[in-house]
């Protein structure tokens, strides 16, 4: 029982002691904090102040720089038989030169004659500013200053006038009006909306002129009575504004200039501040800084931590000292079951290593098999597609065949023809008339090998390559392999395109494949289309060349058109077709870089559209289309 009595006893001295360090600990602290913040403010403000007078006294010069020129002087002579535009502008080139919200004339009886905000809305023209003080010191032959809100704009700025003389040589000269230049205060304050600080500007009247935080600005520092309200109002310096009061309390006063605050409402409420203030005699303000007390608080409480740690470390040292012998053998103790715990965590570990190892190994090699087997499919797809491009290309050269066939039995028939003509003139010794028909047979058999040539390209496969090609070459030669079918079904071909070649980026071979198709489709579509009509059309859009494939047949129905490039989607009688040439001609324009679209015509028929990108070769302009243009 004794024992325990000298335990708790201890531990309350202790605990008391602990106690005392820290508070002691955190009072020294916060008044080294407070010191080293209250050296940081007046940096602050005196940086601060000196900045605000700086910005506002460079412009004190200006209206009476404006007031000496001749044009102002020669205007206020005689306002009423001059056109005041020419100064208005004069004014406004000012204003925008010196980088000031505005400037005006006043005349002798502060009715202002012009403004460089003559075109505004809230001009200043026509205003009577007589009550204004800076008008009254300036009539009087002094400079004036006055800040305040606009009546007219409700901006805060400050007004800087000087008297405009026309003739100042007499003794008893007066004034013959003023000149008025308004500064906005914005630029300053956006500064100060950077520092970790709360920056405030008041007047005589302890009115918040300026302030970094929005909020406070047009309120009162401290509560005004009814007195001093009516008198403000009555001032028409701050308008109608309501000056309500900021809510500040003063909790601790360190100097006159220097105290402890917090505010009962308002933006700032619920924090507490460290406010300093300086003068600012230039212009009659007091401009003050509120530091918030944060860092204090943390270092309050930093200091109370490290000195209830450092004496917490010393009680528990002298209680080790007494400990210590008990405590080694129960370190060791311990130590002893820490070795063999860890010994078997680690045989545990390397044996679930090991397994995870073999897990790995065996994931790798499944991944790696996926991937040959994905590599093995895409390229079977891709050779099956070529291979599908291939077959498609033959089976659009099977239709064409009897054409083909039509074209090579003439010159056939016509071969043999001759040919038996030239034995018999050779026979009679008509040298001459026999080498006339060899003539003939050799044209004729030239005109087989072009037919042949033909069918030969449309049947090899594409190379892929990338590379500049003939537009119009291209649409002539896809219409030779329709010759026959054009020529037997009566269809007229409507060429529209310029007389210069247009050059695109493309594959030629993959290119007539999918112009043969879509003739091929158009001729089809046209088959009982009483006169048939084919339109073809290239021109230049921008950085692309467009092709249209147009004909007068019945069109594509409406519920087709976002079906109609599907693989097997196809419209024609069963045995016709497999559904597949749009699908390839799509997929081959967009391997080209291209597009290929679909429409209906508003004059009946369907309409396919090309795009290619144009060759970097080629010149970017416009051409004259031959023939008329159609439109899909």
């Known amino acids: 029982m004794r024992r325990l009595r000298w335990k708790a006893v201890w531990l309350a001295v202790i605990t008391l002691g602990l106690i005392i360090t820290m508070w002691q600990a955190a009072r020294l602290a916060r008044e080294q904090a407070i010191a080293d913040l209250q050296d940081d403010a007046e940096n602050e403000l005196r940086l601060s102040a000196a900045n605000l007078n700086g910005y506002l006294l460079r412009y004190d010069y200006l209206p009476q720089m404006l007031a000496t020129r001749e044009g102002v002087q020669r205007f206020l002579s005689a306002p009423d038989s001059q056109n005041p535009m020419a100064l208005n502008l004069l004014l406004d080139r000012f204003r925008f030169t010196s980088g000031v919200s505005d400037v005006y004339l006043l005349d002798r009886d502060a009715t202002t004659i012009a403004a460089s905000n003559w075109h505004r809305p809230n001009t200043f023209i026509g205003h009577n500013y007589a009550f204004r003080s800076y008008y009254s010191e300036a009539i009087a032959g002094r400079q004036g200053r006055f800040y305040g809100l606009g009546t007219q704009s409700l901006e805060r700025g400050y007004f800087f006038s000087a008297p405009v003389w026309i003739d100042d040589t007499s003794p008893d000269a007066q004034p013959d009006g003023v000149m008025v230049i308004k500064v906005l205060l914005d630029d300053v304050e956006e500064g100060w909306a950077e520092q970790d600080a709360e920056l405030l500007v008041t007047d005589g009247d302890n009115i ?76 009659g303000w007091q401009m003050h800084i509120l530091k918030p007390l944060t860092p204090v608080v943390s270092a309050q409480w930093v200091a109370a931590l490290m000195a209830g740690g450092l004496y917490s470390m010393i009680a528990l040292g002298g209680g080790i000292g007494w400990q210590r012998r008990r405590l080694r053998r129960e370190r060791e103790a311990f130590a002893e079951r820490e070795r063999q715990t860890l010994a078997l965590v680690r045989d545990e570990l390397e044996e679930s290593v090991e397994r995870r190892t073999r897990d790995l190994v065996a994931s790798n ?47 056939l028939a016509a071969i043999r023809a001759y040919g038996e003509n030239a034995r018999r003139f050779l026979a009679l010794s008509r040298v001459e008339q026999a080498d006339a028909n060899l003539e003939q047979i050799v044209e004729l058999t030239q005109r087989m090998a072009e037919i042949s040539a033909q069918l030969r390209q449309f049947s090899r496969k ?23 079918r054009l020529r037997d079904g009566h269809v007229r071909v409507d060429p529209q395109w310029p007389e210069e070649t247009l050059w695109a980026m493309g594959d030629l071979v993959r290119l007539e494949q999918v112009l043969v198709n879509l003739i091929g489709n158009a001729l089809h579509a046209m088959k009982e289309t009483p006169d048939p009509t084919l339109t073809l059309s290239a021109a230049l859009s921008g950085n692309q060349v467009t092709i249209h494939v147009m004909d007068n047949g019945p069109g ?19 045995g016709s077709g497999l559904g597949l040439g749009l699908s390839i001609s799509s997929r081959i324009m967009d391997d080209l870089g291209g597009k290929l679209l679909a429409s209906n015509r508003d004059t009946g028929g369907a309409c396919f559209i090309i795009t290619l990108p144009v060759s970097p070769s080629a010149p970017l302009h416009t051409h004259t289309l031959k023939g008329n243009p159609s439109h899909a």
Do not use: W
Not at 462 to 484: D, G, H, K, N, P
Not at 568 to 574: M, Q
């Open 462 to 484: 594409s190379s892929e390559r990338q590379e500049t090609i003939s537009v119009q070459a291209c649409i002539e030669y896809a219409l030779r392999l329709f010759q026959s």
């Open 208 to 283: 918040i002129f300026m302030a970094s935080r929005p909020e406070l600005r047009m309120r009162a520092l401290y509560p005004l009575s009814d007195g001093q309200h009516q008198k403000l109002l009555q001032t028409r310096r701050y308008a109608m504004e309501p000056l309500s009061p900021s809510g500040i309390r003063i909790e601790t006063a360190y100097a006159p200039d220097s105290a402890l605050v917090s505010f009962a409402d308002g933006p700032l409420s619920g924090g507490r501040y460290l406010r300093l203030t300086r003068p600012v005699a230039e212009f």
């Open 365 to 411: 090699q499944r991944l790696s098999d996926e991937i040959d087997e994905r590599r093995r499919a895409e390229a079977s797809l891709r050779q099956t597609q070529d291979e599908l491009i291939q077959a498609a290309k033959l089976a659009v050269l099977g239709q064409l065949a009897a054409g083909i066939n039509h074209e090579l039995n003439q010159p």
């Open 556 to 574: 594509i129905d409406d519920a087709h058109l976002v079906q109609i490039f599907e693989p097997f989607f196809t419209t024609k009688a069963p």
